[in-house]
């Protein structure tokens, strides 16, 4: 357990909340210690330490994955969450709380820091309005605030996702540069959070894949802030990154596919504007016709899914799909990412 604050002095924390903070060297010694993990899944990196695990929204693997990662290094992790114990928190500076919150993430932060090692945060966007939700405010106060290190365990991206995508490419793959990667809009009846496709665009990137945004119209691309930043890895590495609205182009030769659905910029927080223009590309579903395009490609989403919805049964259930490879990943890197971080403290 963290006995007090005094070593924060002394040093600057190292967080976990996007992976464009650290280079590809870096990510990359993670994911070779995430798959000596694979290996050896137990050990005491953790011993003695404690992680709280903010979750602001619901979760299956992150917050299973997370627990048990702590529990196989010797740590302990408390689940932390407003449907489960915790009253809401406040994150906004100078707020005058006089609404639902009862404490500012600044007195939880500090106080959390004096009992655990690491912190992690769920926080979706609140889709209302985008130019506010990009600033990323809930992750970026409890970073602020916090003296030990942070983890990101999605908010407006998903670092975490991103790191075990990576690692389940490598496993089948080898060396990712120069490999077409396909990252497709697909139909969901309802809009979601762009967080995993901004974190799948940049990881194809950083590790030096030629990148396909598939999206059916440009009100569907991606914010340019993630764009610029996959661009600007992209051509460090001698890849480039297009956006696409053609099924045929995008598909044609690509080596992996990965789908999600996401949520138009032009219409967040109008979803009764955005749902008719949605509802008229149900047909961007990854299915057999579509991957007979591809170049044998392995195809993935993060979950949950929808089957015949963002992907046919067929495809899912086929040989080439490996998302519950990516799944299983996510204890593994996140084991890597815990312990990197103690690493450093």
């Known amino acids: 357990m963290n006995t007090g604050p005094s070593r924060t002095t002394l040093r600057s924390i190292k967080h976990f909340l996007?992976?464009?903070?650290?280079?590809?060297p870096d990510l990359q010694a993670m994911l070779d210690e995430a798959r000596a993990f694979k290996v050896s899944p137990y050990g005491s990196a953790l011993e003695g330490k404690t992680i709280a695990l903010l979750f602001l929204n619901n979760s299956l693997r992150t917050r299973t994955s997370f627990d048990i990662g702590a529990n196989q290094l010797g740590g302990h992790a408390v689940v932390l969450?407003?449907?489960?114990?915790?009253?809401?928190l406040e994150?906004?500076?100078?707020?005058?709380m006089l609404g639902d919150a009862e404490e500012h993430?600044?007195?939880?932060a500090k106080v959390l820091s004096r009992y655990c090692d690491l912190i992690g945060i769920r926080a979706f966007p609140r889709f209302e309005d985008w130019q506010?939700?990009?600033?990323?405010?809930?992750?970026?106060?409890?970073?602020?605030?916090?003296?030990?290190?942070?983890?990101?365990?999605e908010t407006i991206t998903h670092p975490c996702q991103e790191m075990a995508l990576a690692m389940t490419l490598q496993e089948q793959m080898g060396q990712l540069d120069g490999k077409k990667f396909l990252l497709t809009w697909s139909?969901?009846?309802?809009?979601?959070?762009?967080?995993v496709a901004n974190s799948a665009l940049m990881i194809a990137a950083k590790f030096g894949m030629d990148v396909?945004?598939?999206?059916?119209t440009p009100d569907f691309v991606l914010d340019e802030r993630y764009l610029d930043i996959a661009h600007k890895d992209a051509s460090a590495n001698g890849a480039e990154v297009t956006v696409s609205h053609d099924i045929e182009e995008a598909y044609s030769g690509a080596d992996v596919v990965y789908a999600k659905s996401w949520g138009a910029l032009p219409f967040?927080?109008?979803?009764?504007?955005?749902?008719?223009?949605?509802?008229?590309?149900?047909?961007f579903i990854v299915d057999d016709k579509k991957m007979a395009m591809t170049n044998d490609a392995l195809v993935s989403h993060c979950l949950p899914m929808r089957r015949n919805v963002i992907m046919s049964d067929t495809v899912f259930d086929g040989p080439r799909c490996v998302a519950y490879d990516e799944a299983e990943n996510r204890l593994h890197v996140q084991k890597a990412i815990m312990t990197e971080l103690l690493r450093q403290s």
């Open 18 to 24: 996007n992976t464009y903070d650290w280079s590809r």
């Open 81 to 88: 969450s407003p449907s489960g114990g915790m009253w809401p």
């Open 91 to 96: 994150f906004q500076k100078g707020a005058v």
């Open 105 to 108: 993430v600044q007195e939880a």
């Open 132 to 153: 506010e939700d990009r600033k990323d405010r809930l992750m970026g106060s409890l970073a602020e605030h916090s003296d030990v290190p942070v983890i990101n365990m």
């Open 187 to 195: 139909y969901h009846p309802r809009p979601l959070n762009t967080a």
């Open 212 to 216: 396909t945004l598939l999206c059916p």
């Open 268 to 283: 967040f927080g109008n979803w009764k504007a955005e749902k008719p223009v949605r509802d008229a590309f149900q047909h």
